[in-house]
Every structure is written in structure tokens, then in C-alpha cells.
């Protein structure tokens, strides 16, 4: 028998048929929409007269447009949006599809909310309008995002015209080292290979770093692999991943949790499988990351410093490097450590869970945020709020001067109430950190939760190493 990889394994398993050498006919176990990439595709649907025929297998959140400040009744203002929120429950309700609605208890990001519900299992192909739904190989399931005209294909089908991907190992040996996360850990890998360096792959991680981060940690690993252009990242499941969803899943019990079990011990990459690239790193050495530039690949050690422009060969990236330092106010050689900071986000699908909030009361006890530096946590979802709440992290974080808000998209992008201003500087753990994604003319840079916290209460970038024994 064909020795295979795990992406292989998937993509054959949801074959409907196939359509060419390059093409086939995908089943998608879930579909997950959001508010802002569904309208067009409910107005395809009802033009034309099709039904939802699956629509347990469709569900949507209410994330991107609402806003996060704490409020009894949660209310959108902006009419554009509002728009968006109503139009969305109104084609929910009209097709019987689940909703997770503005002011839902357990309402969050889409990406947070499904996996903590026991929605995504080992072996799944999940697809939504929203390109971070690479989150989901966290737990061996094939997440990949898709536009607005593949929207209304799925609802109307439950299935997808699907392009075949090349397939990418990248192992990672070692261990991190204490006050490394998966979040420099990415950083660092984008850096490696480049913002493109896995265009038209599917990445699938392993070795010992991989098998010792945690399934949160690992959520934040593949959230961040579609920003070196990835169609996808896999972790195979392991016993992590099994007991994670069998805490979440109710319904998986008896004799299906056995033939859940039974599959799921599968799903991984054969010995002899070939892949069409690879490459290889070495945790030991990855050390706290940020992004200098506005591309995730422009990247670099807190203890470094941005790129002098004589020293880059290439015309290209000489040219967006010096144009990314020109709009973040930096200049060649400037240290990292140490630059001002007015801003801190803490939120977004890559770091807005339980575990991110905790890494950030570690470094916060005892601190205040610094004079002059507005800083905002938003947990990912109604139930992490819950539980921060429940564990007495909010106080904590409220205590030391921050902003204690509701779940939400927040400040990731500015499709919200939530918006930096011309020239701010932002300490954020989101993903992308692009001219104006955070707001016009708003500077970025993307860091772990543990060292924006460690920005949040020293008011300029800093190695956060030097504030907390994390070997303690």
C-alpha cells in the first residue's frame, strides 16, 4: 500500500469525486461564517431558490464588527454593521443554522468558540470565509479559509471545488527554552522562510518541540502558519489532542467514541511518506520575537535590532524594508529594546484563550501599567471570560490598570469600535501586522501575550526574560 501523508489521508477521506489531476469535489464536515463574509452568499442562495440542506454542519459567530467595551446589552452603532449583525441572524434563522449572536453569553471569536464547544475533531475538514482557519490542524483537522463565492457553494452543497496543495513537513527538535512561546516560535519560523515560504502547502509540524506545546499552544502555531502564505497546518492528534476533545464533546460516547478513537489513531503521516519540502529548526534556539516591519516575516529577537539596508541583497525586499521602516518611525540598526510603546492589545484567535491570559498574570502581579500606555485584554470568547473571571485573572489584570473587556475580534483588525490612532504604537499579540490593520497609520508589532504584558507595565519593548524566573 501508498505510503501517505496525513494531509493525503484527509484529502482522500472527504473525496467526492475527482475532478482533474489537480481538482476534486471536497466534503466539508463543518462550515463555520461570520458576519462579514455570509451576506453575498445568502443573497446567491435566495436569488436562485436553494435550500441550506445540512445546516447543523453550518454554524455562525458574530465576531469582527462587534464591539468590546462593557456593556449590559451589548449594541452594534455603527449602522453598516448593525446591518451586518441582523442580516446575519435573519439568514440564520431563515435556514436553521446555528448562531452564536451578538449578545450570546458564550458569543466569541469564531475560531475560539468552536474548538472550546467540541466542534473540531481529529480527522475534519473545517472551511470558513475568514483565512485563520489553519487553527484547527491543532487537532489533526484540515482548516483552510475560502471567499465569499465558495461560500454559498458550501451552504448550497456541503461541499467544495477544492485545488490539491503540495505538502511541507517543517520538524522542530529541542525544547523551547523558559520564556519562549509558540508564539516566537512561529514568528521565528516566518522569518525563516518568508512571508511566501509556504505559498501552495499544507504545513504539517512535528518533532519534540511540537509534542510538548500545549493543544492552546499549538492553536497559536497554525493560526499563524496562513501568514507564510499556507493553505493549511497539521499537527498529527496525539493523546493531547484526543483528551482536549473528548472534555469538549459530549456526544462523542460508547461505541461512536470507539470508532472515533479507532480513526483518529490513523491519522498521521506514514514512515515513507514523501514530502514536496521540508525543513528543520532547532527550538533550543528561539528566543522572545517581535515583528519590526508590517509583515509578519519581518521579524527579529528582542535583543536585536532592525536591518541595516546595505546588508539586504535582494532589490525587493530592500525596497519593502525600507518602506516598512518609514511607516513604523523606525531607522536602520535602531535596537528593539527599549522603544516606547503608547498601546497594548492583548486578544485575537492566535492569543485570546485561557492559557494566553495566564501567561500575562504572570508577568503583570505586583506591576501597574506604565504612565502614558492605554492597555486592553480581550478574551477570545464568553467562556474564557468566564473562566478568567472565575480564577480571579480579570481582577488581577484590572487591579494593574488594565482594561477588562468583552470577547471579540477587537482591535486584531479596525472593523470595530476599536481602533488605534495615526502614529500609536502597539504592543499587540494578534497576527498580521500590516500598514493600517490595527487603524490608519497605527504601528504593530506582534509579540507573545507574555512579552506585550511585559510592554503593558514597562511602557517600551522589553525582553520579558528579565522580569519573571519562568524556570521558577
Same mark, same amino acid.
Given at each position: 500500500?501508498?505510503?501517505?501523508?496525513?494531509?493525503?489521508?484527509?484529502?482522500?477521506?472527504?473525496?467526492?469525486?475527482?475532478?482533474?489531476?489537480?481538482?476534486?469535489?471536497?466534503?466539508?464536515?463543518?462550515?463555520?461564517?461570520?458576519?462579514?463574509?455570509?451576506?453575498?452568499?445568502?443573497?446567491?442562495?435566495?436569488?436562485?431558490?436553494?435550500?441550506?440542506?445540512?445546516?447543523?454542519?453550518?454554524?455562525?459567530?458574530?465576531?469582527?464588527?462587534?464591539?468590546?467595551?462593557?456593556?449590559?446589552?451589548?449594541?452594534?452603532?455603527?449602522?453598516?454593521?448593525?446591518?451586518?449583525?441582523?442580516?446575519?441572524?435573519?439568514?440564520?434563522?431563515?435556514?436553521?443554522?446555528?448562531?452564536?449572536?451578538?449578545?450570546?453569553?458564550?458569543?466569541?471569536?469564531?475560531?475560539?468558540?468552536?474548538?472550546?464547544?467540541?466542534?473540531?475533531?481529529?480527522?475534519?475538514?473545517?472551511?470558513?470565509?475568514?483565512?485563520?482557519?489553519?487553527?484547527?490542524?491543532?487537532?489533526?483537522?484540515?482548516?483552510?479559509?475560502?471567499?465569499?463565492?465558495?461560500?454559498?457553494?458550501?451552504?448550497?452543497?456541503?461541499?467544495?471545488?477544492?485545488?490539491?496543495?503540495?505538502?511541507?513537513?517543517?520538524?522542530?527538535?529541542?525544547?523551547?527554552?523558559?520564556?519562549?512561546?509558540?508564539?516566537?516560535?512561529?514568528?521565528?519560523?516566518?522569518?525563516?522562510?518568508?512571508?511566501?515560504?509556504?505559498?501552495?502547502?499544507?504545513?504539517?509540524?512535528?518533532?519534540?518541540?511540537?509534542?510538548?506545546?500545549?493543544?492552546?499552544?499549538?492553536?497559536?502555531?497554525?493560526?499563524?502558519?496562513?501568514?507564510?502564505?499556507?493553505?493549511?497546518?497539521?499537527?498529527?492528534?496525539?493523546?493531547?489532542?484526543?483528551?482536549?476533545?473528548?472534555?469538549?464533546?459530549?456526544?462523542?460516547?460508547?461505541?461512536?467514541?470507539?470508532?472515533?478513537?479507532?480513526?483518529?489513531?490513523?491519522?498521521?503521516?506514514?514512515?515513507?511518506?514523501?514530502?514536496?519540502?521540508?525543513?528543520?529548526?532547532?527550538?533550543?534556539?528561539?528566543?522572545?520575537?517581535?515583528?519590526?516591519?508590517?509583515?509578519?516575516?519581518?521579524?527579529?529577537?528582542?535583543?536585536?535590532?532592525?536591518?541595516?539596508?546595505?546588508?539586504?541583497?535582494?532589490?525587493? +525586499?530592500? /525596497?519593502? $524594508?525600507?518602506?516598512? !521602516?518609514?511607516?513604523?518611525?523606525?531607522?536602520?540598526?535602531? &535596537?528593539?529594546? *527599549?522603544?516606547?510603546?503608547?498601546?497594548?492589545?492583548?486578544?485575537?484567535?492566535?492569543?485570546?484563550?485561557?492559557?494566553?491570559?495566564?501567561?500575562?498574570?504572570?508577568?503583570?502581579?505586583?506591576?501597574?501599567?506604565?504612565?502614558?500606555?492605554?492597555?486592553?485584554?480581550?478574551?477570545?470568547?464568553?467562556?474564557?471570560?468566564?473562566?478568567?473571571?472565575?480564577?480571579?485573572?480579570?481582577?488581577?489584570?484590572?487591579?494593574?490598570?488594565?482594561?477588562?473587556?468583552?470577547?471579540?475580534?477587537?482591535?486584531?483588525?479596525?472593523?470595530?469600535?476599536?481602533?488605534?490612532?495615526?502614529?500609536?504604537?502597539?504592543?499587540?499579540?494578534?497576527?498580521?501586522?500590516?500598514?493600517?490593520? +490595527?487603524? /490608519?497609520? $497605527?504601528?504593530?508589532? !506582534?509579540?507573545?501575550?507574555?512579552?506585550?504584558?511585559?510592554? &503593558?507595565?514597562? *511602557?517600551?519593548?522589553?525582553?520579558?526574560?528579565?522580569?519573571?524566573?519562568?524556570?521558577?
Amino acid at each position: 500500500m501508498q505510503s501517505k501523508t496525513l494531509y493525503r489521508k484527509l484529502i482522500e477521506g472527504h473525496t467526492v469525486t475527482v475532478l482533474d489531476a489537480q481538482n476534486i469535489l471536497l466534503f466539508c464536515d463543518l462550515h463555520l461564517m461570520n458576519e462579514y463574509t455570509s451576506p453575498q452568499a445568502f443573497s446567491g442562495l435566495q436569488e436562485k431558490g436553494r435550500g441550506v440542506p445540512v445546516p447543523g454542519q453550518n454554524v455562525s459567530v458574530v465576531s469582527h464588527i462587534i464591539p468590546t467595551h462593557v456593556q449590559a446589552v451589548r449594541v452594534i452603532q455603527d449602522p453598516a454593521s448593525a446591518l451586518q449583525a441582523s442580516n446575519l441572524k435573519r439568514n440564520c434563522d431563515r435556514y436553521g443554522i446555528p448562531l452564536f449572536d451578538t449578545n450570546d453569553p458564550l458569543q466569541g471569536i469564531e475560531h475560539v468558540v468552536s474548538p472550546e464547544h467540541g466542534m473540531i475533531r481529529p480527522g475534519m475538514v473545517v472551511i470558513c470565509g475568514d483565512s485563520h482557519t489553519t487553527t484547527y490542524g491543532a487537532l489533526g483537522a484540515l482548516g483552510f479559509g475560502i471567499g465569499t463565492s465558495e461560500v454559498e457553494h458550501v451552504l448550497a452543497t456541503q461541499t467544495l471545488v477544492y485545488r490539491i496543495a503540495q505538502s511541507m513537513r517543517i520538524r522542530i527538535d529541542g525544547k523551547l527554552p523558559a520564556g519562549s512561546t509558540s508564539k516566537d516560535l512561529i514568528l521565528m519560523i516566518i522569518g525563516e522562510i518568508g512571508a511566501q515560504g509556504a505559498r501552495g502547502f499544507v504545513v504539517e509540524y512535528c518533532g519534540q518541540a511540537i509534542e510538548e506545546l500545549s493543544i492552546e499552544a499549538r492553536f497559536t502555531l497554525c493560526n499563524m502558519t496562513v501568514e507564510a502564505g499556507a493553505r493549511g497546518a497539521l499537527i498529527a492528534p496525539d493523546q493531547k489532542a484526543r483528551d482536549y476533545v473528548l472534555q469538549r464533546a459530549a456526544d462523542i460516547e460508547g461505541s461512536i467514541k470507539a470508532q472515533a478513537l479507532e480513526h483518529w489513531d490513523t491519522l498521521f503521516s506514514d514512515e515513507a511518506a514523501v514530502f514536496d519540502a521540508e525543513h528543520r529548526f532547532d527550538a533550543s534556539k528561539v528566543s522572545p520575537y517581535l515583528t519590526w516591519g508590517t509583515s509578519p516575516d519581518q521579524v527579529a529577537p528582542i535583543t536585536g535590532r532592525t536591518p541595516l539596508l546595505k546588508d539586504i541583497s535582494d532589490d525587493l +525586499q530592500r /525596497r519593502s $524594508a525600507e518602506q516598512a !521602516l518609514r511607516y513604523v518611525k523606525l531607522n536602520p540598526g535602531d &535596537a528593539l529594546m *527599549g522603544t516606547p510603546i503608547q498601546h497594548v492589545f492583548i486578544g485575537s484567535c492566535t492569543n485570546g484563550r485561557i492559557e494566553d491570559l495566564r501567561n500575562v498574570v504572570r508577568v503583570v502581579q505586583g506591576r501597574h501599567v506604565a504612565p502614558g500606555v492605554r492597555a486592553m485584554v480581550v478574551p477570545g470568547s464568553g467562556a474564557v471570560q468566564e473562566q478568567a473571571e472565575r480564577e480571579g485573572i480579570a481582577k488581577i489584570l484590572i487591579d494593574a490598570g488594565f482594561e477588562w473587556r468583552k470577547p471579540g475580534c477587537s482591535m486584531c483588525l479596525a472593523m470595530n469600535d476599536d481602533i488605534l490612532g495615526d502614529g500609536v504604537r502597539c504592543a499587540s499579540t494578534t497576527n498580521r501586522n500590516f500598514e493600517g490593520r +490595527q487603524g /490608519r497609520g $497605527a504601528i504593530t508589532h !506582534l509579540m507573545s501575550p507574555a512579552m506585550a504584558a511585559a510592554a &503593558a507595565v514597562t *511602557g517600551v519593548l522589553t525582553d520579558v526574560r528579565k522580569m519573571v524566573d519562568f524556570n521558577g
